[in-house]
């Protein structure tokens, strides 16, 4: 079994930064691609940014590119989210999940095996 824990959430005024952190642990060897979902009140679950195994690419939403930033410790099931320029409709519980098959698309939350338990965002305005 993989566990997965985010932290870093938090509140933050619009315009300011947060990073996430992310931890994929629980079988030796493996590594994931990452990504990063987000899910505001009322709303569906979201992509937000996706890491390939072996950080050769990145992808991200429409909505965050250029402020968002998703980044891994070398070798390692460790993933970062830099997040800067936040906006209010940013804000959401923030979900990282790990990708067991690493040729999966990145952008449907079904294509991942697991999940950790979500780190709050608020921004204000």
């Known amino acids: 079994q993989v566990q997965v824990v985010e932290s870093g959430g938090g509140l933050v005024q619009a315009g300011g930064s947060l990073r996430l952190s992310c931890a994929a642990s629980g079988r030796p060897g493996g590594r994931y691609s ?5 899910q505001a009140p009322g709303k569906e ?3 937000v940014a996706h890491i390939t195994w072996n950080s050769a690419s990145t992808y991200y939403a429409d909505s965050v590119r250029g402020r968002f930033t ?3 410790e070398t070798g390692k099931n460790t993933v970062y989210l830099q997040m800067n320029s936040l ?4 804000a959401a519980v923030y979900y990282c999940a ?3 098959y690493n040729g999966a698309y990145y952008g449907s939350s079904t294509s991942y095996d697991y999940w950790g338990q979500g780190t709050q965002v608020t921004v204000s305005s």
């Open 34 to 38: 990452m990504g990063w979902f987000r």
């Open 45 to 47: 679950r979201e992509f």
């Open 70 to 72: 998703i980044s891994r």
């Open 87 to 90: 906006k209010p409709e940013d």
């Open 98 to 100: 790990a990708q067991v």
